[in-house]
């Protein structure tokens, strides 16, 4: 995740101006056919810092749904009839007035997700500026040959039609628009959900360009629990582009099979990362730390389990500590803050959970830091298990906050059964110094990216996937953009 784009400071120290300024008032209503839908059935949209209410979206039923559905449908041969270039054009419009209000959706980010300011920032001008200029330049052009006794085959790649998009809670604006952009560039329209803890940034998004895309092409809807079990069933889909939790998605799986929907499915993850005796701890500590903790520990692609060889654990695990110590959990309104809180509830539940089979457990503690001593907000503090056992259940699963497990190993051999052990299989990292070594063990980890010295660290040309529960299909890159096209053959026998 490594962006050129530049990052001004916080603009807004003051969060009661910010969102004053963000215009949480103006409303967040559904966007179907290019119009704002509002609803007097409603959902809360917390802070999660504060506890409070920031504002409320529409709770969609089923009849909103269909509304979107049938205008996604209706726009759809339109669209499809553009050409690849006529399309880009249009979205590279509408990439462009999401860029005049990067400050408002920046400040939106920052009060839903919790987390702090520059990371908001991050999230949407990678997008914006990495992101987009990459998909832009990219194609899918027909590729023509003559086979003997067939003819001259034209391979085509052609849309699906009405794609039904599904985004979580932790990078929701990401998430949503790397569905959502290769989704309308190769053709298909798109109903968006976004999850239920975050729509405002993405409806706000949505509202922005509503009128530069042409009706009925992107519409998005925001709804409680029942809405993404309602689209991923809904005969009018041609595909589901699903990111959220390996349980999740075994449901998106069981409910698109009867109208056989193509599917992307974009999973949790328990990355581990493998750090050998030539590794030098002061150089990697930093980087590292980075890779565990990035959205406060909210990432499906952070590193969750570390190995590190017992020559140099006792080093690597001082200079994490040290690195630990530098953070600051706050509102991400707070200059300060380099970390924020657990974005809901229901997680922050289950990582109290978590936290009460460690101590019953008894597990050694490497590090544990400080929370804010007031306010409502969800904090979970900084922690870094003391060499637990690798196949305790608390390590096994997948943490989804700031609690991180550091092992310690004598036997590579071992280490790579172990970080093989879990059910999924979506990052892995090496780290070291001999090439070969290095090259060689990555090889043997059963992951859909497996980094070398570096985690984390995606781009919009190269595929991104996940091996066993991490997931189907691929995002990013030419593959990413296959994904939501048939492929269509015209054999001509001349
Ligand atoms: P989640 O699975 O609870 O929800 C994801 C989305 O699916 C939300 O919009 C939710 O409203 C919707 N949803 C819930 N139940 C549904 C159902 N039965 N049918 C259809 N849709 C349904 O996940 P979450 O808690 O929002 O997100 C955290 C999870 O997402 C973690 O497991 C994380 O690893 C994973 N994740 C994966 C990636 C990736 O690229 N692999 C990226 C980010 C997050």
Same mark, same amino acid.
């Given at each position: 995740m490594?962006?050129?784009?530049?990052?001004?400071?916080?603009?807004?120290?003051n969060r009661k101006q910010a969102l004053k300024r963000a215009r949480l008032t103006a409303g967040f209503p559904n966007i179907v056919n290019g119009q704002r839908i509002d609803s007097s059935k409603r959902i809360k949209i917390s802070d999660p810092v504060t506890g409070e209410e920031l504002a409320c979206v529409t709770e969609t039923q089923k009849d909103g749904l269909d509304q979107a559905v049938q205008t996604a449908k209706a726009a759809f041969p339109k669209w499809c009839s553009k050409t690849w270039n006529e399309r880009r054009d249009l979205l590279a419009n509408a990439m462009e007035e999401l860029k005049a209000h990067t400050d408002e959706l920046c400040t939106i980010l920052t009060a839903e997700g919790g987390r702090p300011y520059s990371l908001a920032q991050f999230e949407i001008t990678w997008i914006l500026e990495t992101y987009v200029p990459a998909l832009l330049q990219m194609e899918l052009p027909d590729t023509t040959w003559n086979e003997?006794?067939?003819?001259?085959?034209?391979?085509?790649?052609?849309?699906?039609?009405?794609? @039904?998009a599904i985004s979580p809670w932790n990078l929701p604006f990401w998430l949503s628009f790397i569905k959502v952009l290769p989704a309308l560039l190769t053709g298909n329209?798109?109903?968006?959900?976004? @999850?239920?803890?975050?729509?405002?940034?993405?409806?706000?998004?949505?509202?922005?360009?509503?009128?530069?895309?042409?009706p009925g092409v992107l519409?998005?809807?925001?709804?409680?629990?029942?809405?993404?079990?309602?689209?991923?069933?809904?005969?009018?889909?041609?595909?589901?582009?699903?990111?959220?939790?390996?349980?999740? /998605?075994?449901?998106?799986?069981?409910?698109?099979?009867?109208?056989?929907k193509h599917l992307t499915l974009e999973l949790g993850g328990n990355d581990p990362g493998i750090v050998l005796r030539d590794a030098d701890p002061q150089v990697i500590a930093e980087s590292l730390f980075r890779s565990m903790f990035a959205v406060c520990g909210q990432g499906c692609v952070t590193l969750k389990r570390l190995f590190v060889h017992q020559s140099i654990y006792q080093a690597l695990t001082e200079a994490l500590i040290s690195c630990a110590q530098h953070q600051k959990l706050g509102d991400g309104f707070d200059p300060g803050a380099t970390l924020g809180p657990i974005q809901n509830r229901p997680q922050f539940a289950r990582m109290q959970t978590t936290w009460e089979e460690i101590q019953k457990a008894k597990a050694p503690i490497l590090y544990q830091g400080e929370v804010p001593s007031e306010g409502a907000g969800l904090f979970f503090p900084v922690t870094l298990l003391d060499n637990p056992p690798a196949e305790a259940g608390y390590v096994m699963q997948e943490n989804f906050g700031p609690l991180r497990a550091?092992?310690?190993?004598?036997?590579?051999?071992?280490?790579?059964?172990?970080?093989? /052990?879990?059910?999924? /299989?979506? /990052? @892995?990292?090496?780290?070291?110094?001999?090439?070969?070594?290095?090259?060689?063990? @990555?090889?043997?980890?059963?992951?859909?990216?497996?980094?070398?010295?570096?985690?984390?660290?995606?781009?919009?040309?190269?595929p991104f996937s996940g091996h066993k529960s991490s997931g189907i299909g691929v995002e990013f890159g030419e593959d990413g953009l296959k994904e939501f096209c048939n492929v269509q053959v015209i054999a001509n026998r001349r």
């Open positions: 490594n962006s050129n784009a530049s990052r001004p400071s916080i603009p807004h120290p003997t006794d067939v003819g001259q085959i034209t391979k085509r790649y052609v849309p699906l039609g009405v794609v @039904a329209t798109v109903v968006l959900k976004p @999850a239920v803890f975050t729509p405002l940034t993405v409806l706000r998004a949505a509202d922005y360009i509503r009128e530069i895309l042409p519409n998005v809807i925001s709804g409680g629990d029942d809405l993404g079990p309602w689209m991923t069933s809904h005969p009018a889909f041609q595909k589901v582009a699903f990111t959220g939790s390996s349980e999740t /998605g075994r449901k998106v799986f069981a409910s698109a099979a009867p109208t056989l550091v092992i310690k190993y004598q036997d590579l051999d071992e280490a790579v059964r172990l970080a093989n /052990g879990t059910p999924y /299989g979506l /990052g @892995a990292s090496v780290w070291g110094t001999d090439p070969e070594l290095l090259e060689a063990v @990555a090889r043997r980890l059963d992951a859909g990216t497996v980094w070398i010295n570096q985690h984390l660290n995606v781009h919009p040309n190269v």
